[in-house]
């Protein structure tokens, strides 16, 4: 099976090009098969973010583009600034993956989810496009959960005096 072990950072003269929802850009190693039907092997040094626009090389030197999928999502607004950021604070709170933008929030369709944030008085939005998240805070890509790579000292809710 042909490989493709390295991400460019276009997909400038690809003959083919792979679609992926969010969960299937975080790839280390998978058999996949692209849009016109050619089966390969993703085979890479780790687990990597592959973002729309990208481009895997091949072993035998062909490009395919990579193409995020048309997911099924929900649009969050809230009533100004503030009330926005207090709803990401709730999404965060949550470990959701979400998209920020500068008057919206961008997640993924949950009813329990939509429930709430109409509950905190969003506005929520159902619609079909490309999810593509915040990454994670320490620069290593997706975050899943709360371990990143250190152990928090016991929290004392009453230190001594010294």
Known sequence: ???????????KGCFDSVTLDHDDRFRRRVAM???GGLEFLLDLRRATELAAG???RLSDGRVIGV?????????????????LLRTAWHVGNRHLPCA???DR???????????MLEGLGCEVRRFRGPFTPEGGAYGHGRTHGHDHGHH????????QEG
């Open 33 to 35: 098969t692209t849009d």
């Open 105 to 115: 929030l961008v997640l993924r369709h949950d009813h329990v989810i939509a429930e």
């Open 54 to 56: 990208q481009g895997l």
């Open 67 to 83: 193409r995020a999928a048309d997911e099924d999502l929900m649009e969050v607004r809230a009533r100004d600034r503030l009330h």
């Open 1 to 11: 099976m042909i490989r493709a072990t390295e991400v460019l950072g276009s997909d």
């Open 100 to 102: 920020v933008h500068a």
């Open 152 to 159: 928090h000292a016991p929290h004392d809710p009453h230190p």
